[in-house]
């Protein structure tokens, strides 16, 4: 089987993050991230009203999470992982499919993120989430300096966002010499 693949579809619940999941959540998070968030950090976030913490379970294990904000026409995805050993088993897809199903419910158009330059492994997955990398963000994480892309997933049948309309910047330029 290539790396890109998934194996096999694990069937697990999604649901609201609680105080008491933040042991597991915090463990995924350090072995997903060189600059992982700390529990302060989450607890931070949380105490927001317009954030929102969930968790995927398996067999009453944690074995990941999604934190993201609501916004007037979208969400934005603040922090996602899945524990290393539940990859490639449809775990992720299944989160951004509840995040896809909440964009009508709420009549939300679009969900957004910023990801690392260097994170090539999410960057993949979330193209084949049907993320389109919008804008490169100069300098944009603080503790390395680094650049990121934002990522944009629209519902079809949502209007174009004009802002990038005719933006040039390293994504579109690779885009136009594939």
Known sequence: MSAGKISERLDVQIRWLIRRDMPEVLEIEQASFDHSWTE??????????????????????????????L????????????????????????????????????????????????NLAAQLFFQNQGFKAVNVMRGHYHDTDEDAYLMRYQLMD????????????RISEFKDAA
Request: hydrophobic share 40%; aromatic share 8%.
């Open 71 to 118: 916004h007037k026409i979208s969400l934005r995805i603040l922090n996602f992982a899945v524990a290393p050993a539940y990859r490639r088993h449809g775990i992720g897809v299944q989160m951004i499919q509840k995040l896809v199903d909440k964009l009508s419910q709420q009549r939300r158009s679009e969900i957004d993120l910023t990801v690392r330059e260097t």
């Open 40 to 69: 302060e950090d989450f607890l931070s976030s949380l105490r927001q009203r317009h954030c929102i913490g969930m968790v995927v379970e398996l067999n009453d294990q944690i074995i990941g999470f999604m934190i993201y904000e």
């Open 158 to 169: 949502a209007p174009e966002w004009l802002p990038f309309e005719g933006v040039r910047n």
